[in-house]
């Protein structure tokens, strides 16, 4: 069974901080790892693919890397305007197209 | 380019009732999923479609239909609803992979509360 945690459950963060998201996984041959970003009463926003271990992607003041368990998205000098709840999913090479998601990290930044 | 919309946005439904959910995508894209969100579990796939007329279960399947009618239209039907169906809703879409190993990035719709008295 595919499993996906995330850790810490909430970080607070003061602007210009910057810190580490994690998430560890376990997923019979994986296809790819997903990141999105939720603001309180939206739906998840895509972020970033990754397909295989020791790549990374960067968007701005994040930026997300891989190996062969766990993913980590880091948070450079972040603003207040980052803080939202940050969302993991891993896709498997067989079965379904659907995604298994992580309880998710919510992030607030102080002015 | 609306993307994935929902509606309703908001429902609260009495013990029994019925309602259908309604997503609807713009991008032409071949896969469209539910999923229902709770606090502290993430999301959870209710059901799939990887087509025009076709649907599979997914996690958490039971007390709930979906139809797949038109390939922008995927319906979710809560028959007779329960408390533990109080939930947000998302749908999501994405494009189907013609061969080889895609991935799909799927892209979520803005959610629907439901609430069952």
């Known amino acids: 069974e595919d499993q996906v945690t995330q850790s810490p459950e909430a970080l607070r963060l003061q602007e210009g901080e910057s810190s580490s998201l994690n998430c560890s996984y376990t997923?019979?041959?994986?296809?790819?790892l997903f990141w999105y970003r939720q603001d309180p009463g939206k739906g998840p926003e895509f972020l970033f693919t990754?397909?295989?271990a020791g790549e990374e992607k960067e968007k701005e003041r994040l930026k997300a890397t891989l190996t062969k368990k766990e993913s980590f998205l880091h948070i450079t000098a972040p603003k207040p305007e980052d803080s939202a709840t940050y969302l993991c999913?891993?896709?498997?090479?067989?079965?379904?197209?659907?995604?298994?998601f992580g309880s998710g990290t919510r992030l607030q930044v102080q002015p | 380019n609306a993307g994935v919309t929902q509606t309703p946005k908001f429902r609260v439904l009495k013990t029994g009732q019925s309602m259908t959910l309604l997503c609807a995508q713009d991008?032409?894209?071949?896969?469209m999923y539910w999923y229902r969100q709770d606090p502290g579990m993430g999301l959870r796939l209710i059901h799939y479609?990887?087509?025009?007329?076709?649907?599979a279960k997914g996690e958490v399947p039971d007390g709930y239909n979906v139809s797949r009618l038109k390939k922008q239209n995927f319906l979710l039907g809560l028959e007779s609803a329960a408390p533990s169906q109080t939930s947000v809703y998302f749908c999501?879409?994405?494009?189907?992979?013609?061969?080889?190993?895609?991935?799909?990035?799927?892209?979520f719709g803005p959610g629907t509360r439901l609430t069952v008295l």
């Open positions: 990754l397909y295989s």
């Open positions: 999913a891993v896709q498997a090479e067989t079965g379904r197209r659907a995604l298994t």
């Open positions: 991008m032409n894209h071949e896969y």
């Open positions: 997923v019979s041959g994986l296809r790819g």
């Open positions: 479609s990887v087509g025009e007329g076709t649907t």
């Open positions: 999501a879409s994405s494009f189907s992979t013609s061969g080889g190993s895609g991935t799909d990035t799927q892209y």
